[in-house]
């Protein structure tokens, strides 16, 4: 089973700032397995980023991922007050298909 | 548009079977390039895959090692839909369940349902 471990657990901005999430996989994902999402309170995650840097339909584009390999990141470039949440990294190269344990977005 | 509607009983007593629906739209079950899953999350175990069901010129599932003596995902074609049943439960399958379509990430997901067990 691929193990992904993300970091920081909690990274605490304000809006405006910049935020970069990190996502390191046990093995190599290539550069197309690899996928983001954001899930607020009481929501079902919604994707964002899907094959490591492509963005999902009607994200915004202050959202981008990038990386291959084992090493992954997204990056919101302006952060917007709806923008705090929990992050989540996913791979789907192999069955199981693992979540990262997560990255809470918190406004400082 | 996707979408996934998700039914079944928010209660289940320990020891019984956990039983969910979830409906298709938008989408066949038998698609060739989709896998359909369900996925549950608890503050302990966070976000955790139970297992799959999907075609490729006859159906295959798979499941996570942790449920699989206990699990089964069944396609209904006449109805276009999927279903989980989780055997002897206990309150440690305490959690919200959700189902989701993979294909090239999972861009589709159902509405999510709690299900607690107690008795």
Known sequence: EIVLTQSPGTLSLSPGERATLSCRASQSLSSSYLAWYQQKPGQAPRLLIYGASSRATGIPDRFSGSG???????????????????????QYLTSPNTFGQGTKLEIK | QVQLQQSGPGLVKPSQTLSLTCAI???TVSSNT???????????????WLGRTYYRS????????SVKSRITINPDTSKNQFSLQLNSVTPEDTAVYYCARGSGGWHYWGQGTL???SS
């Open chain 1, 68 to 90: 291959s390999g084992t090493d992954f990141t997204l990056t919101v470039s302006r952060l917007e007050p709806e923008d705090f949440a929990v992050y989540y990294c996913q």
């Open chain 2, 25 to 27: 739209s938008g989408d």
């Open chain 2, 34 to 48: 989709a896998t359909w899953n369900w996925i549950r999350q608890s503050p302990s175990s966070g976000l955790e």
């Open chain 2, 58 to 65: 006859k159906w295959y599932n798979d499941y996570a090692i």
């Open chain 2, 115 to 117: 299900v607690t067990v």
